[in-house]
């Protein structure tokens, strides 16, 4: 397992405000982002957790924070980055430095507690602590909802694992994304501990097109003529709302013929409440 000081590998690495783009005035865009993985995300998030003036919500590893959060009450954003948290500030009420393997909150505090891609990167060892804070800060009729990336079995990471020296720089180290697990896995740690109320992957989803640039513009481009346009396709929908969308409309289109199998999924939801441990 790989040592490193997270402090130092996260400061700066998310801290970007994530809006939510269903509600934009541009058209375009609204119609285009639709397509991405971010709304895919957002859509899903929307649907079971409710809005609420009186909820009070934390969002765990919340980088720059995210506006669709920002809707379901009164928010808490706690990150291990100091240089995210100057963005959190401007959009949730409240932002904490801590490491959420020990959130500094009272027990049953938070009517929701969310994360979106964070769990992946928490180490193997940690995350049965980091998923036993959740539930002691979780009230008893709270309700938990997290995005996690996952260990896939799709043809695209089926592609990338064929280099394990690549695949390991560009998609486990570039971000940290230490603690990936098969989708059934990450379901059954949470049994553990929580009563699951839903799950399930997000498929047919695309990542932005600048993600294929960070994975791909690389040695993965002299392995892979997909690999190539990728990036290409990447690099050029970075200037132009419109190729950006034509460039999303056409990624998806890949993925229709992608069994949809849960184990194939990269990235799923679990969406849990608090019950007693027998």
Known sequence: MKKIDERVFYDGKFTKIIEDLSSSKNLLKRFFYKFSITQTRNRTFNKLIKNSTNSLV??????????????????????????????????????????????????????????????GHIQHNDKDQVLKEIRRVLKYNGKTIHFIETESNSELFKFAKRYPELYNKYFIEQDGHFGLESPSEVVKRFEKLFKILAFNGLYFNIWPPEEYVKRFDNKYKQKSVLAKILVIFGK???????????????????????????????????????????
């Open 58 to 119: 934390l969002d765990l590893g919340c980088g720059g924070g995210r506006g669709i959060i920002k809707k379901k009450g009164k928010v808490i954003g706690v990150d291990i980055s100091f240089t995210s948290l100057k963005n959190t500030n401007k959009l949730y009420e409240h932002s904490v430095l801590a490491n959420i393997k020990n959130l500094p909150f009272k027990d049953n505090a938070f009517d929701v507690v969310a994360s979106f891609d964070v769990l």
């Open 236 to 278: 050029i929908a970075k200037l132009n709302n419109v190729v950006y969308g034509i460039c999303c409309f056409y990624l998806s289109l890949l993925q229709i013929f992608e069994p949809k199998k849960f184990n194939n999924s990269s990235l799923i939801y679990v969406y849990a409440t608090k019950e007693t441990i027998k």
